[in-house]
C-alpha cells in the first residue's frame, strides 16, 4: 500500500479592501476558506488513519518476501514502531 501525498497547504488569498463591504462575498470567502481548511484536515486524517493498518516485517527482504512491491510502505512492529518503505 502507498499513501496518498498530502496536499500542500495554500495560503488563502485575501480579498481587496473593497469586498470587505459586501458582506454576502465576504461570507462566501470564508465559507471558502473553512471549506478548504476542513478538506486539508480530512485529507491528513485520512492518510495518518492508513499508517494503523501497514503490515509488520522485520526487514526489506521480508517485506518483498510477503508480496509488497517497491514504493509500498510497512512497519517494523519493533519498540519504537519504524515505518518503512520498500526499496
Known sequence: MTL???RDPILPI??????????????RWWRGLLQDIQDF???VYDD?????????Y?????AIAG?????DFYR???????????H
Open 4 to 6: 496518498k501525498s498530502i
Open 14 to 27: 485575501l480579498p481587496e479592501k473593497e469586498e470587505f463591504r459586501d458582506f454576502d462575498r465576504l461570507q
Open 41 to 43: 484536515h480530512r485529507d
Open 48 to 56: 495518518l488513519s492508513r499508517l494503523e493498518s501497514l503490515p509488520a
Open 58 to 62: 522485520a526487514n526489506n527482504a521480508a
Open 67 to 71: 508480496g509488497l512491491k517497491v514504493g
Open 76 to 86: 517494523t512492529g519493533g519498540d519504537p514502531d519504524v515505518v518503512c518503505v520498500v
